[in-house]
């Protein structure tokens, strides 16, 4: 039989600043909640309804260090990653308790803005953008970059492959490029 699948892809805006925590193992763990909305116009009234859903999220390791540093409440993020429930007692009132969070394992800030002290990452996408990928929740700190270019895909906007030169038809000079608008990609 085959396996079955748990993946979570999210796009959404951080609901508070990301809390960073260390394990005593030295593990950074950041934990925030992430805001996203669907919206539909009823069909009995033909009024445009709106429903927010609040997710939460746990960042791990070097991931989690830079959520730290530049997630602020409001930021725009793509997010992959997987369910995963956890149960506690709780002490209070002896009953067991459950939460179910987003383990991220890719991460892609969409903020145009460049917020987060205005630096921007070296080798993501435009737009003070970049994507950032965790090798694995949970497990010891690990030594190295950022895991690859997670998150979400990029290179889907110019199909010709051309290096980076615009290209326009008849010698007519070409109007502001995207590079003058705060695309993400």
Excluded at 33 to 42: C, E, F, K, Q, R
Excluded at 112 to 139: A, C, F, I, T, V
Excluded at 143 to 160: E, K, T, V
């Amino acid at each position: 039989m085959a396996r079955g699948v748990n993946k979570v892809i999210l796009i959404g805006n951080l609901g508070g600043d990301p809390e960073v925590k260390y394990t005593p193992g030295g593990a950074a763990v950041a934990n925030v909640n992430l805001a996203t909305s669907d919206s539909w116009t009823d069909k009995g009234s033909g009024e445009r309804q709106e429903r927010t859903e609040w997710h939460r999220l746990v960042f791990w390791n070097k991931l989690a260090e830079i959520v730290g540093q530049y997630l602020r409440k409001g930021s725009k993020i793509y997010v992959e990653g997987r369910l995963q429930t956890r149960s506690w007692d709780d002490p209070q009132s002896g009953q067991k308790r459950f939460m179910t969070e987003v383990v991220a394992s890719d991460m892609q800030m969409l903020d145009g803005r460049g917020e987060g002290g205005g630096q921007q990452s070296g080798g993501g996408g435009g737009g003070g953008g970049g994507g950032y990928g965790d090798p694995g929740p949970g497990g010891p700190p690990q030594d190295g970059g950022m895991g690859g270019g997670g998150g979400a895909p990029q290179g889907g906007g110019n199909p010709q492959g051309g290096g980076g030169a615009p290209m326009g038809g008849g010698g007519a000079p070409m109007g502001p490029g995207p590079e003058d608008d705060d695309l993400p990609f």
